[in-house]
Each structure stands twice: as C-alpha cells, then as structure tokens.
Nanobody, 125 residues
Framework: QVQLVESGGGLVQAGGSLRLSCAAS????????MGWFRQAPGKEREFVAA????????YYADSVKGRFTISRDNAKNTVYLQMNSLKPDDTAVYYC??????????????????WGQGTQVTVSS
C-alpha cells in the first residue's frame, strides 16, 4: 500500500511558475512509475506527465510539453512537477498517482493503482 500526499498548489498569475510535490510512503518508491493527472471543473481527468520507475523516462501531454517538467528523488520518496509559463487553461486539481513495475502506456488513468487527494492550481489571467 502506498499513500501519496501532494503539496505546492496555489494561485498564480498567468506566466508564473509553481512546483508541485508528491510525497510517497513506504520503502519501495523507486519501483513505482509515477504520474500527474489534472481535472478542471466540468471536464474529465486528463494525463499531464509521468516518469518511469527504472530509467526515469519522462512523458508529457502535448498541452504541457516544453512548459512542465516531471522529476523524482528516490532518496526522498518524492516526485515533482515543475510548471512554468502557466496559462489560465492549466487551472485544475492536480493529482499524483503511482503504479509498481509498470512499463505500459503511462497516459492511461486506469493503469495507476494509487492516487493522492489532489492539490488545486489556479492560474489567473
């Protein structure tokens, strides 16, 4: 069982930056592929970024490519999402998620077994 706790959300002006963190419990963090999804009001939850457990390969949605960076620190059991050049369309609740030893499609929501409670990101115009 893995517990995920997100932090770092908040209110920022368009063009600004935020860094989200997701702290995981347990001693096997390095064996988990980690992802970030987001859900805007009235919309379905969508894939944002992921980082694999073995090679730390990274994947991004087209809408955030070049602006967001996902990274992980296995020693701290934490995954990060650095968000730059934020736009009002990035406003959403951001969720951290995890799946162990996963090498399939990282953008599939149902691939992940564990989810955090979410953190709100609001970008004002």
């Amino acid at each position: 069982q893995v517990q995920l706790v997100e932090s770092g959300g908040g209110l920022v002006q368009a063009g600004g930056s935020l860094r989200l963190s997701c702290a995981a419990s347990g001693r096997t963090f390095s064996s988990y592929t980690m992802g970030w999804f987001r859900q805007a009001p009235g919309k379905e939850r969508e894939f944002v970024a992921a980082i694999t457990y073995s090679t730390s390969s990274t994947y991004y949605a087209d809408s955030v490519k070049g602006r967001f960076t996902i990274s992980r620190d296995n020693a701290k059991n934490t995954v990060y999402l650095q968000m730059n050049s934020l736009k009002p369309d990035d406003t959403a609740v951001y969720y951290c998620c995890a799946v162990r030893y996963y090498t399939g499609s990282v953008s599939r929501e149902n691939a992940y077994d564990y989810w955090g409670q979410g953190t709100q990101v609001t970008v004002s115009s």
